[in-house]
């Protein structure tokens, strides 16, 4: 199993950046694969981006614009981060981190694919 902890989120105006970090107990880490959800109020859970376990491979929703959001990991630091940039009111949401010990990854992810969540972190983007 592994703990997950989300920061780095805040207030920002639009077209600006923020990078979000997902920080992971264990030394099992690099065994999982991650992802990054939104929820925004009165909205479901929706995906955003994943990352397999080596962070070779990464995917990202098929309505999010390329380019605009960016997942990564660190494994040596149990990390994994969203780096977001080019942010939009409609972007503001409870962003969480999740893992799920698969090999298998989409850019159509769902959250009942993910076994471990984070808290979350909440982003605003102020017009």
């Known amino acids: 199993q592994v703990q997950l902890v989300e920061s780095g989120g805040g207030l920002v105006q639009a077209g600006g950046s923020l990078r979000l970090s997902c920080a992971a107990s264990?030394?099992?880490?690099?065994?999982?694969?991650m992802g990054w959800f939104r929820q925004a109020p009165g909205k479901e859970r929706e995906f955003v981006a994943a990352?397999?376990?080596?962070?070779?491979?990464?995917?990202y929703a098929d309505s999010l614009p390329k380019g605009r959001f960016t997942i990564s990991r660190d494994n040596a630091k149990n990390t994994v981060y969203l780096q977001m940039n080019s942010l939009k009111p409609e972007d503001t949401a409870v962003y969480y981190c999740?893992?799920?010990?698969?090999?298998?990854?989409?850019?159509?992810?769902?959250?009942?694919?993910?076994?471990?969540w984070g808290q979350g972190t909440q982003v605003t983007v102020s017009s």
């Open positions: 999740a893992a799920v010990a698969k090999l298998v990854l989409h850019n159509n992810m769902s959250p009942n694919e993910y076994d471990y």
């Open positions: 264990g030394r099992t880490f690099s065994s999982y694969a």
């Open positions: 990352i397999n376990w080596s962070g070779r491979s990464t995917y």
